[in-house]
Each structure stands twice: as C-alpha cells, then as structure tokens.
C-alpha cells in the first residue's frame, strides 16, 4: 500500500499489539510516549488520521484512542507481522503430553484440540477425514415414474445408498431387475476404485454413466468425517464477550456444526493453501464480521484433515500462526508414525 510509510506502518503495528494484548483502543499520548516512536502526541493523532482515511484504523468512540479494523489486521498480517517462534520448552512439553497419550489418532486429536486452545487462549477446532474401502454387495434398479430410475447400492457394511436417475426410461421393473442382475454380476465385491477402472473398458456411454454413479455413491461413504472442539469457555472470557448479548450470539457462531462447515469451506476453496489466515466476513463470505480464523491442513491424504484456532479479529496471529502450523506438522507425522506401526504390526488403526 502506497500511503504506508515506515512511519505509519510503525504506528499501525503498535496500535495492533497494543490492542491485541488490553482490549483497550490505543491513544495518540501512550504512542508518542514510545521512545521508538520519538513523536509528538499532535504528529501520531496526524498519523492516525490519514491511517483512518485509508481504512486501517477506527476510532470507537468520539474521544480518545484507536482501534484497528479488519483491513488493518489483514495489512499488519500480511505486510508488517512477525511470528512468535515456538521455544524448546514448548516443544517438550507439548511432544511430552502427546507421547504420554495411549492409543491411535482419534484418541490423540481431542488432546491435541485442548493443547492447542489452552495455549493460544481461543477456539480449537480439528477435523479429520478418514479413508475406508467399502465394497459393493448389491445393486437395485428401481422403476419409479417411468421415467426415473431409483439406484440403490448397499454396501458391505449393510449402508444403504439411493439416488434418482433420469435413466432407462423405456424399461420396466422386470427388464430393470435383469439390469440390476447382471451390474450385481459385474461389479459386486469391488471397491470404488476397482469400479472405475473397470468402467475404463465400457463402451457403453449409459452403462458408464450409471456405473460412475455407483462409484461416487461408494466413495462417498468411503471418506467419514470427526470433529473434535475445545476452548469455548476460555474465548468467552475475552471481553468481545463481556454482556450476555454478545456471549450469547457467540456461542451460537460456535456451534460444532458450524464451524466444521466453516473450516472446510475455509481450506477447500480451491486455493490450494496449507495454511490461511482469514479475517472477517471479506476475506470469507462464510465468516462473520468480527471473527477471524487460523487454519492448517495435515496429512497423509488417508488421515487427513484440518487444525485451526476460531476467535475474535484481535487474535495475536504472529503468535496463534506457528503455532497452528507446528502442531499441523505434529499430527501428520503422528500418522505417518501410527500407519508405519499398524504396517509393521498387520493390524489397521
């Protein structure tokens, strides 16, 4: 931004820390007091102005300090901040608690969900998305109107899956079945990968088609979703929520559904980014004014999915960042560590 001088993007920075750690808007007086700043009141009030014009500050009442806005917190995220770096202790105490943890990945993710909220002090949210072989066991064909067709796939775990098709309109249920019998021949006691390999070798176009929609239909219910949330009590704590309005909108905004709604829509919007950092309603259509998001994705793509921190726009990124990132970094080793010894061990997690 051309109107940020070292001058303004000083001022900015300390507006930003200053606010992050009291909650308090910042006054032209308290900076000038800075000797880094070595500034009159009169010149930082000045500063503050022109940082007011181009959208980076507000003032929340008709005296007194600054506050930033969410552009302000996005330009200090993406041009001025420094990250907090993850000292050793931490490192011990946090690898210490997670090794301390019996069992596989479902047991450690809700560890890991209440490391990560005592330590930033805000929403922690993990979801986690795991892969599974289903076969199929049988195919139906069903005539409905006569012009649509009732697919329904049962699964080897006896899960049911239906779907309406605009297909075979010129059969009935007896010529449907004999359809079914001879998909049943073909595809059952093969996985969704098997299925579309074979549908390689169809010429058939219609019978491709239907056999693809099997194929969707079963890696589906391959791909299972959890959800593991902690920290709701401690982020209600900050005073963004100090009157029972406000506590209790909040409480709404985190509901478990939601944000897992809000986390994947985050990180699969097609950016291809590992980690992102989202502030208020204009970097997300998705999130609300207000609300800023910390994510990171983790692997392997088998075990996969996403670690963020939910919580109000004054959120100390450089701190929450690394953070999030380095315990994105732990899980996917963990994974990796777990799939290894299940290998080894001929067992599955």
Request: with cysteine; hydrophobic share 45%.
């Given at each position: 931004m051309n109107t940020l001088t070292?001058?303004?993007?000083?001022?900015?920075?300390?507006?930003?820390?200053?606010?992050?750690?009291?909650?308090?808007?910042v006054s032209s007086k308290f900076l000038a007091d800075m000797s880094e700043l070595s500034v009159s009141?009169?010149?930082?009030?000045?500063?503050?102005?022109?940082?007011e014009a181009n959208g980076l500050l507000t003032h929340p009442h008709t005296s007194g300090g600054r506050i930033p806005t969410e552009n302000g917190y996005r330009t200090y995220v993406e041009q001025l901040m420094f990250e907090e770096p993850i000292v050793e202790e931490e490192r011990i105490t946090v690898?210490?608690?997670?090794?301390?943890?019996?069992?596989?990945?479902?047991?450690?993710?809700?560890?890991v969900s209440t490391i990560l909220a005592s330590w930033v002090g805000n929403v922690a949210i993990i979801t986690r998305r795991s892969e599974k072989k289903h076969e199929l066991l049988q195919v139906q064909l069903v005539d409905i109107?006569?012009?649509?067709?009732?697919?329904?796939?049962?699964?080897?775990?006896?899960?049911v899956k239906k779907?309406?098709?605009?297909?075979?309109p010129y059969l009935n249920q007896t010529l449907l079945n004999q359809h079914a019998n001879a998909l049943n021949e073909l595809l059952a006691g093969l996985t969704s990968l098997e299925i579309r390999s074979l549908a390689k070798s169809t010429t058939d176009l219609e019978l491709l088609d239907l056999i693809s929609v099997i194929a969707d239909l079963i890696a589906e219910e391959n791909m299972s979703e959890n959800t593991y949330l902690d920290g709701i009590e401690v982020a209600l704590q900050q005073p963004e929520f100090s009157n029972q309005e406000s506590?209790?909108?909040?409480?709404?905004?985190?509901s478990i559904y939601r944000?897992?709604?809000?986390?994947?829509?985050?990180?699969?919007?097609?950016?291809?980014?590992?980690?992102r950092i989202v502030i208020g309603r204009d970097d997300d259509e998705n999130i609300s004014t207000g609300w800023s998001i910390v994510a990171s994705k983790y692997g392997p793509d088998t075990s996969s999915g996403v670690i963020a921190v939910v919580g109000p726009t004054r959120m100390a990124y450089g701190y929450v960042l690394p953070r999030v990132r380095y315990l994105a970094g732990l899980i996917t080793q963990?994974?990796?560590?777990?799939?290894?010894?299940?290998i080894l061990d001929g067992s599955d997690d």
């Open positions: 070292e001058r303004r993007a000083a001022i900015l920075s300390l507006v930003v820390a200053e606010y992050i750690r009291t909650a308090e808007p009141p009169a010149t930082v009030r000045n500063e503050f102005a022109l940082l690898e210490h608690q997670l090794h301390q943890a019996a069992g596989g990945v479902d047991e450690l993710l809700p560890l109107s006569g012009d649509t067709t009732l697919l329904v796939c049962v699964l080897d775990d006896g899960t779907k309406f098709l605009a297909i075979y506590m209790l909108e909040a409480m709404g905004y985190l944000l897992e709604r809000l986390i994947n829509s985050v990180m699969m919007d097609g950016r291809g980014l590992s980690t963990l994974n990796r560590d777990l799939s290894r010894k299940n």
